[in-house]
């Protein structure tokens, strides 16, 4: 089961994500709570990333879309996961159908958690006093000052993907509201409702792919590792060859730009994700090597 949770920050994204991971037995995938451990752990990444999340603005899309991808393709999400935190932006979206086209995986639902936007600065508040309260560290952009920034962004930048989702059928609308474990059963509702998860299984921790095409899959995902060296090749050899492709569609319009802006966007973030590939794979070389050395 692959979903989105989508809503304006403190509406109960991180909450609800964690309810379903321990109840479908998926991951989380949060580019908040990512950047979060980049910027503490000093990554290039985490560098780039701190200000911007500190002052309430947008991280570059190809920086989060790179994420992204990377963690898509790690085994522990094969089972499913809950993208929590992202998209964020409608090129975003557009670069997750690419990528999710790419890896022939299906996204099974969206859920927007609506709630009162009067609601939002007072469970912030009240997250910021519980997190003091356990000795935990307080986030830099929760105060009042930068969350109505983080709100303004919301609305301008995120909403529209109410309408982008709504269009593609894909969209949900769950009120934010209610308690805790009301919200968490209605959205279990609505994933029975959309056939993502079985009725009968539904709180055990199974989801209708996991139950029933896990053998499948790890047959093609077997499959397609021992494919993946031919596949990156491949993949390094399409740069030039697009970008001649790229440059004839720029003439044809605004659409076509729209669309070259978020190949762009997947192909920045697919090219970074091949060099680290060689990187790794030169260094492994290396160490053979010296290992060889020493040896003799
Ligand atoms: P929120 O409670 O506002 O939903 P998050 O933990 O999801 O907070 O994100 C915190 C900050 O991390 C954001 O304000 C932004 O700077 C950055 N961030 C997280 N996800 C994205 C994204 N998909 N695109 C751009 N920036 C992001």
């Given at each position: 089961?692959?979903?989105?949770?989508?809503?304006?920050?403190?509406?109960?994204k991180?909450?609800?994500?964690?309810?379903?991971?321990?109840?479908?037995?998926?991951?989380?995938l949060?580019?908040?709570?990512?950047?979060?451990?980049?910027?503490?752990a000093?990554?290039?990444?985490?560098?780039k990333?701190?200000?911007?999340?500190?002052?309430?603005?947008?991280?570059?899309?190809?920086?989060?879309?790179?994420?992204?991808?990377?963690?898509?393709?790690?085994?522990?999400?094969?089972?499913?996961?809950?993208?929590?935190?992202?998209?964020?932006?409608?090129?975003?979206?557009e670069?997750?159908?690419?990528?999710?086209?790419?890896?022939?995986?299906?996204?099974?639902?969206?859920?927007?958690?609506?709630?009162?936007?009067?609601?939002?600065?007072?469970?912030?508040?009240?997250?910021?006093?519980?997190?003091?309260?356990?000795?935990?560290?307080?986030?830099?952009?929760?105060?009042?000052e930068?969350?109505?920034?983080?709100?303004?962004?919301?609305?301008?930048?995120?909403?529209?993907?109410?309408?982008?989702?709504?269009?593609?059928?894909?969209?949900?609308?769950?009120?934010?509201?209610?308690?805790?474990?009301?919200?968490?059963?209605?959205?279990?509702?609505?994933?029975?409702?959309?056939?993502?998860?079985?009725?009968q299984?539904?709180?055990?921790?199974?989801?209708?792919?996991a139950?029933?095409?896990?053998?499948?899959?790890?047959?093609?995902?077997?499959?397609?590792?021992?494919?993946?060296?031919?596949?990156?090749?491949?993949?390094?050899?399409?740069?030039?060859?697009?970008?001649?492709?790229?440059?004839?569609?720029?003439?044809?319009?605004?659409?076509?730009?729209?669309?070259?802006?978020?190949?762009?966007?997947?192909?920045?973030?697919?090219?970074?994700?091949?060099?680290?590939?060689?990187?790794?794979?030169?260094?492994?070389?290396?160490?053979?090597?010296?290992?060889?050395?020493?040896?003799?």
């Amino acid at each position: 089961m692959r979903i989105i949770l989508l809503g304006p920050p403190g509406s109960g994204k991180g909450t609800q994500a964690q309810l379903l991971v321990q109840r479908y037995g998926i991951v989380q995938l949060s580019t908040g709570e990512m950047l979060r451990a980049a910027v503490a752990a000093g990554t290039p990444v985490g560098l780039k990333a701190k200000e911007i999340m500190a002052s309430g603005s947008l991280v570059p899309d190809e920086v989060v879309v790179g994420i992204i991808s990377d963690r898509i393709d790690q085994p522990d999400a094969r089972n499913g996961f809950i993208l929590d935190g992202f998209p964020r932006t409608v090129p975003q979206a557009e670069a997750l159908d690419e990528l999710l086209k790419a890896k022939r995986l299906k996204l099974d639902a969206v859920i927007e958690l609506r709630v009162n936007e009067s609601a939002l600065l007072h469970r912030v508040e009240t997250r910021v006093a519980q997190m003091r309260e356990r000795g935990e560290e307080v986030r830099l952009d929760d105060t009042p000052e930068v969350l109505t920034k983080r709100l303004a962004n919301y609305r301008s930048q995120t909403e529209p993907l109410i309408h982008y989702y709504s269009e593609r059928r894909k969209l949900s609308t769950i009120d934010g509201m209610m308690a805790i474990d009301e919200v968490t059963r209605a959205i279990d509702r609505q994933l029975q409702a959309l056939g993502a998860v079985e009725p009968q299984e539904a709180g055990k921790g199974k989801t209708r792919s996991a139950a029933k095409t896990a053998p499948v899959k790890k047959a093609r995902a077997a499959k397609k590792s021992a494919k993946k060296p031919a596949k990156a090749a491949k993949k390094a050899a399409k740069p030039a060859k697009s970008a001649k492709k790229a440059s004839k569609k720029a003439v044809k319009g605004p659409r076509n730009a729209a669309k070259k802006s978020v190949k762009k966007t997947v192909k920045k973030a697919a090219k970074k994700t091949a060099k680290k590939a060689v990187k790794k794979g030169a260094k492994k070389v290396a160490k053979k090597v010296t290992k060889k050395r020493a040896k003799r």
